[in-house]
């Protein structure tokens, strides 16, 4: 498949493996800062991925040399801070943020280079975060007089913890990629010129793997972080998600395939 330009080229869309699909930020001259074009564009395409099993893994990265420098507050007209505060919380910002986080398959942020307040939530949004080891990773906020959103802080706090959610808002400074895989706030951290490749592979790998399981173990896992406490009605969904998988074809395909040495033919079903 051709790389498809979205939002007049600023989003580009390409499949780099199989059963992979690759969104990357491409707005250089504005940092790859995400405008609204931006945004609706990379909830429209996560959208239409949700689609049957083609696609299974995606990946969110940006134009190098940068991931992206975060939401362009540029494009925000300055009467808007004065006569509509609703409208700029209500922004589309937190809509493409919930497009990527309530994906169905699994998302790996691939940070290839300084990734800053609404780029570094839209990391933070994707499942999994493969970072390059020259970039930088922060939240300004607070050399901006903003006070962030409660829907994004929470998953800072989901994240990497209270403290290091503080310190990350509370001092705006950049952390450096092995700060951030230390206090859990990327997965692995590569060299810059494998990055590009090592997220690949690792989207590859999760793409390979049942379809089944991995939008079942996804939901399951999300359901239990967002409630530490189970309703019996969340209980009872959990429960009959796992009980599904028992009947699916691709369990006994699966069994089959490792009993022959050989690759599974997966049909998500």
């Not at 939002?7 to 707005?27: M, Q, W």
């Not at 940068?66 to 494009?75: K, N």
């Not at 989901?158 to 206090?183: C, H």
């Amino acid at each position: 498949m051709d790389a498809e330009r979205l939002a007049g080229g600023k989003v580009v869309l390409d499949r780099p493996a199989e059963a992979v699909a690759r969104l990357r930020i491409a707005n250089p001259e504005r940092r790859n800062a995400l405008d609204l074009e931006i945004l609706d564009a990379i909830a429209e395409a996560l959208r239409q991925l949700d689609r049957g099993i083609e696609t299974r893994c995606v990946i969110v990265t940006g134009e190098p040399p940068v991931f992206s420098a975060g939401y362009d507050i540029t494009t925000i007209p300055e009467q808007t801070f004065e006569r509509d505060a609703e409208a700029l919380v209500a922004h589309p910002f937190h809509a493409s943020m919930e497009a990527v986080s309530r994906h169905l398959w699994p998302t790996l942020a691939a940070i290839n280079g300084h990734c800053l307040g609404g780029g570094l939530e839209l990391a933070v949004s994707c499942d999994l975060r493969i970072c390059a080891a020259g970039a930088e990773l922060g939240m300004p906020p607070a050399r901006l007089g903003l006070i962030y959103g409660h829907t994004g802080l929470r998953k800072f706090l989901d994240t990497v913890g209270l403290p290091q959610t503080k310190e990350l808002f509370l001092t705006g400074r950049n952390l450096s990629a092995e700060r951030a895989e230390r206090i859990g706030l990327v997965n692995e951290v590569v060299p810059d010129q494998k990055l590009e490749a090592a997220a690949v592979e690792l989207a590859a790998l999760i793409a390979s793997n049942a379809p089944l399981s991995a939008r079942g173990n996804k939901s399951a896992i999300d359901v239990l972080n967002s409630n530490p406490v189970l309703s019996e009605q969340q209980e009872a969904g959990l429960v009959a998600l796992r009980e599904s998988c028992f009947a699916s074809e691709d369990l006994r395909e699966g069994i089959r395939a490792f009993a022959e040495k050989r690759k599974p033919r997966w049909t998500g079903r």
